[in-house]
């Protein structure tokens, strides 16, 4: 791996703790701005981001605090409602997991009113979740314990697939709403018809422990994971085997996420070294990662949504990386 591809984050943006997790919301907030969180200790910060890419008044990145949830776990993963917006009546609505195995459904209309909901079920670590992508009246979520499960906003459980092995990774098909990919630590990705409750496709990754995947929302015949140090590419109309296959981290890869704004641009973070975690972005035509950044002990990852942009979490700050095309 080349060392002079390498390079510091574009825009800094400083926060006062560290960040565990942080995510732009994939949906249009109704302004020009984009919704982003990032959840810490004990609290969940929600604002709004401008890049001077967007608007040329801005110099570099704005950041805007619009509410801050106040909570007394940490937080490990957040998914946002495409429900949040900021246009005609303000909502904000997401759903955090912590280590405590519950979901907190956060509901805020920026002005006095501001709702926790916890959401019970699962008996081990929650290792992520996704909003049904249309209305927002369902949540996905896969934990250690084995399961998937969907529930409606009251909290309630209303569906439950069993898995063979923990659940890594959960994404919802952006059109069809009864599709949902369920990631599993033994390296099986599987598609779940939500209507009958059955599988209707399943990938192998070949080996295991697959740590993270990510289904390509802008073109959903692509899958990726990571797997070991290497990256998998899967085209799901070919083949259940990945298509390509990468070494890409010195020691193991964490995280992988898709480009939201090109179909060929992906990221992955390598597992939290003693000192830095490494971010590589990778595009499908060329053999090398295009971008490599490292960040004094990274967590999450997301991209813009309609930038090639994306942010990883660090201690005290938010770094993001704008990716020349």
Partial sequence: MQEDSSRSATYTVACEDYVHVVEFSPFDSGTTAS??????????????????????????????????????????????????????????????????????????????????????????????LVFEPTEGKQIASVSDDHTCRVWDLDGNETINFRLRSPGVSVCWHPEEVYKLMVAEKKGTIRFYDLVTQQAILSLDCGHSPLMSADWCLANTIKVGGVAGSDWLIWDITRSSYPQEKRPAHIDKA?????????????????????????????????????????????????????????????DRKLLFWMTEM
């Avoid at 998914?79 to 280590?99: K, N, V």
């Fill in 35 to 128: 919704l982003l969180a990032y959840g810490g200790n004990q609290y969940v910060v929600v604002g709004t981001c401008l890049f001077q890419e967007e608007d040329v008044e801005v110099e570099g990145v704005e950041f805007t605090m619009l509410r801050a949830f106040h909570l007394d776990v940490r937080i490990d993963c957040l998914a946002w409602s495409p429900e949040s917006r900021l246009d005609r009546l303000p909502t904000i609505r997401l759903c955090t997991a912590s280590p405590d195995r519950k979901l907190r459904l956060l509901s805020s209309d920026l002005k006095d009113r501001h709702e926790v909901k916890l959401m019970e079920g699962h008996s081990s670590y929650i290792n992520q």
């Fill in 254 to 314: 964490r995280l992988i996420k898709w480009s939201r704004a090109n179909e060929n641009l992906f990221a992955t973070t390598g597992c939290p070294g003693k000192i830095s975690s490494q971010l590589l972005i990778h595009h499908l035509g060329h053999p090398q990662p295009v971008m490599i950044g490292s960040a004094t002990v990274g967590a999450g990852l997301s991209w813009h949504r309609t930038l090639p942009l994306c942010v990883i979490g660090s």
